[in-house]
């Protein structure tokens, strides 16, 4: 098959090589406004390089992956399913809740699959935990812990336009709870706080971040998330049961030191996202060449992105109204 791929960047580049890769991947061609940039990519994998996005959507194309910016994804999704092109998108489907139903809206009805991007859901250790719960080994649930650490804060350009410490980075983690548990979020709760960079409180953001969310259930799950964590790469979920817990993410990379000094664990950390989820990533897109194939629905649908995003979005409330509110329903 033949995949296009648009947007060139970092997280782009990498699933560019990646496609190229995969044995059902027959060519890539790729798209990006910065045309040296899509070039030198092309070039790279031994793919080709389309002048503008017309010529990328009639290249005789199987499927699409959008790496783009987040402001160019709802018309970039569109643009796909018009030309019947199975759709890969990154997180998310568009910047605020009132963008992404329009473009459920316009995808209702047109049984083109779109897959996003969500890529725990592909990790060993979260599959793991899916399992545990789905099959009673834990007991019942009560509690989940989730992390999410970056070893430090990417630049403020970056941030300024982010959405925000809980859309940008601990959405991430309100999505793999909701497919763990299996469970809706009824109730989020969230705080903040600041004692890293100004340039965060210039955009009206926060370095750290905590959510409380009440699960449909009645189980509790407390997220935090951090741009300041200096030993490294942090991404847990643990899964406490009535009959025990068991967590996803603690390896020997993990960037953890012991008060008592025991000497576990004792590997490197990783040092981003892209080193500690870079099999969960080859997953993510081999499943995609499988919904490309018509081997299998889309693994993580745009109304499982909006559901995470619709929790992200009553985060951000609730830390500037400090009061918990419901994840805002979907019109």
Not at 302 to 307: L, T, Y
Request: hydrophobic fraction near 40%; glycine fraction near 12%.
């Amino acid at each position: 098959m033949r995949i296009g791929l648009i947007g060139t960047g970092r997280i782009g580049a990498f699933h560019a090589m990646t496609l190229a890769g995969l044995p059902p991947v027959a060519g890539v061609v790729v798209h990006d406004a910065d045309g040296d940039r899509a070039r030198a990519v092309a070039d790279r994998i031994g793919g080709e390089c389309a002048a503008d996005l017309d010529g990328l959507l009639g290249a005789n194309l199987d499927g699409v992956v959008i790496t783009a910016p987040t402001a160019a994804h709802a018309e970039l999704i569109l643009a796909a399913q018009r030309a019947g092109l199975p759709t890969f998108c990154e997180k998310p489907v568009a910047a605020s809740l009132e963008e992404t139903d329009a473009v459920l809206a316009a995808l209702d009805g047109s049984g083109v699959p779109v897959h996003i991007g969500f890529q725990r859901r592909f990790d060993a250790g979260y599959q793991a935990l899916r399992e545990a719960v789905a099959s009673g080994r834990l007991g019942w649930t009560h509690t989940l812990r989730a992390c999410t650490f970056d070893p430090a804060p990417p630049h403020p350009g970056y941030i300024a336009g982010s959405g925000g410490i809980f859309r940008d980075c601990a959405v991430h983690d309100y999505d793999i709870i909701r497919w763990v548990t299996g469970r809706e979020v009824t109730e989020v709760y969230a705080t903040g706080g600041n004692r890293g960079d100004d340039f965060f409180a210039a955009a009206g953001d926060v370095d750290t971040g905590v959510t409380v969310l009440t699960l449909d259930d009645g189980t509790l799950a407390v997220c935090t998330a951090g741009r300041y964590n200096g030993a490294g790469y942090d991404v847990r979920l643990e899964v406490c049961g009535s009959k025990g817990t068991l967590v996803a993410g603690l390896t020997e990379e993990s960037p953890l030191a012991s008060a008592e000094d025991a000497a576990w664990p004792g590997g490197t950390p990783y040092p981003g996202f892209m080193e500690r989820f870079r099999d969960a990533y080859r997953a993510e897109l081999t499943a995609f060449t499988e919904v490309v194939a018509g081997a299998r629905p889309s693994p993580c649908t745009a109304r499982d992105a909006r559901a995470a995003l619709a929790i992200a979005d009553a985060a951000s409330r609730s830390r500037a109204e400090g009061r918990p509110l419901r994840p805002r329903e979907a019109a």
